[in-house]
């Protein structure tokens, strides 16, 4: 179809336009262009190889003869297209997103149509983009290997829990106090570990549903964070690897104490764990907002990767984690009307802030 093929190949420098000599051939895509009548008025090489026939003989053939798609569920592909009441959810006038569907002899091809109409709401053509499902495919695969990394991250405490139970149970006599209370506050901290994986996973399927739901009152940041950092100084770190700095006069928040109480173990703990050095926490007040700064002395983040950290799963290939923290952050402190991001810090390391809005929510 000499039409398209001369429209998509034109030649022009202006900003915006198309890129000289950008043709068809060059989509990674299967195209199909159908006229009024059903007749294939032109195609790409893709779309002749994913449909087994040379681009020649292609052309001109009724789309119901060159595309005898079925779905899964037998129905054919033409028919799924009429509107005759009857039409599957996700196919309109206008066309329909990605649909798997079969060829004679069951090779798949995820098929995406849009239709194109006249003022009166006649078909004037179709364009239809097909590829085959081996990139959805890697996608699961991808998926899959996450599964793996959570079912792992969950495995390794509990098998701490279950060693360190049975042993007890087993030899309960012969341990010292001392030993068995050591022993003990292991199995506590990774039962935490536990409970807070499965509570991060909660979570993101919350966020990715929008229902995180908040409840708002008015709360003390500063005391919150403080108290974080004590139960880390607890826990074994350096009393000088903190150093909290809270502006007087702040205005009052109104947000979820729970709820930001895991902001701040997310950020702190990843100050900790994948940071280095000193850990700054700065809470101040600025334009009708709090603001929620955490700092670190290590290696920061790249550039590069900042626009990716808030992402579900992104974990940046090092070491071990889930990649959650910072999803669940991000959707908590949105559920709450602010907004966080990531920058350098002054030392050189990774800077977080969170900035919240003041006062009573309208
Ligand atoms: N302070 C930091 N310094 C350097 N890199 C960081 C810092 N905070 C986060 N990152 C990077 O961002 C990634 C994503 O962080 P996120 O908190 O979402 O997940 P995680 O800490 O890997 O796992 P989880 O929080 O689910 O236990 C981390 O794996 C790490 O590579
Ligand atoms: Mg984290």
């Known amino acids: 179809m000499p039409e398209a093929r001369g429209n998509a190949e034109a030649v022009s420098s202006a900003p915006g336009s198309r890129a000289p000599g950008l043709a068809l051939d060059d989509l990674p895509d299967g195209l199909v262009v159908v006229a009024a009548?059903?007749?294939?008025?032109?195609?790409?090489?893709?779309?002749?190889?994913?449909?087994?026939?040379?681009?020649?003989?292609?052309?001109?053939?009724?789309?119901?003869?060159?595309?005898?798609?079925?779905?899964?569920?037998?129905?054919?592909?033409?028919?799924?297209?009429?509107?005759?009441?009857?039409?599957?959810?996700?196919?309109?006038?206008?066309?329909?997103?990605e649909r798997l569907l079969l060829l004679p002899g069951g090779t798949e091809l995820l098929v995406t149509a849009r239709f194109h109409r006249d003022a009166t709401g006649t078909l004037q053509r179709a364009v239809l983009a097909l590829r085959t499902p081996d990139e959805r495919r890697r996608a699961e695969t991808d998926t899959t290997s996450l599964i793996a990394t959570v079912a792992h991250e969950?495995?390794?405490?509990?098998?701490?829990?279950?060693?360190?139970?049975?042993?007890?149970?087993?030899?309960?006599?012969?341990?010292?106090?001392?030993?068995?209370?050591?022993?003990?506050?292991?199995?506590?901290?990774?039962?935490?570990?536990?409970?807070?994986?499965?509570?991060?996973?909660?979570?993101?399927?919350?966020?990715?549903?929008?229902?995180?739901?908040?409840?708002?009152?008015p709360m003390d940041l500063a005391t919150l964070v403080r108290e974080h950092v004590d139960r880390l100084r607890m826990a074994g770190y350096d009393d000088d690897r903190f150093v909290l700095t809270v502006a007087e006069d702040l205005p009052e928040l109104w947000a979820d104490p729970d709820r930001m109480a895991q902001v701040v173990?997310?950020?702190?703990?990843?100050?900790?764990?994948?940071?280095?050095?000193?850990?700054?926490?700065?809470?101040?007040?600025?334009?009708?907002?709090?603001?929620?700064?955490?700092?670190?002395?290590g290696e920061g983040i790249a550039a590069e990767n900042r626009p990716y950290v808030f992402s579900k799963f992104w974990h940046g290939g090092g070491r071990s984690g889930t990649g959650l923290g910072l999803y669940v952050t991000r959707g908590l402190v949105e559920a709450h009307g602010g907004d966080v991001d990531v920058d350098s810090s002054p030392a050189g390391g990774a800077r977080f802030t969170v900035r919240l809005p003041a006062g009573e929510p309208g």
């Open 154 to 217: 969950l495995r390794s405490p509990l098998t701490s829990v279950k060693q360190f139970t049975a042993s007890l149970l087993r030899r309960w006599d012969r341990f010292t106090d001392e030993q068995k209370r050591l022993m003990l506050s292991t199995v506590q901290a990774d039962a935490e570990r536990v409970s807070r994986l499965v509570g991060d996973l909660l979570d993101v399927a919350r966020v990715d549903a929008g229902r995180l739901t908040v409840h708002r009152r």
């Open 265 to 297: 173990t997310n950020l702190v703990d990843n100050a900790v764990r994948h940071g280095a050095g000193t850990v700054a926490v700065d809470v101040t007040g600025a334009d009708g907002s709090i603001v929620l700064t955490v700092d670190d002395a």
């Open 37 to 97: 009548d059903g007749s294939i008025t032109d195609l790409n090489d893709v779309a002749g190889r994913l449909l087994g026939r040379p681009r020649g003989e292609l052309l001109g053939m009724p789309l119901r003869r060159a595309l005898p798609l079925q779905d899964t569920s037998g129905r054919r592909w033409w028919d799924v297209l009429r509107d005759d009441g009857r039409r599957p959810s996700g196919v309109t006038d206008d066309g329909h997103g």
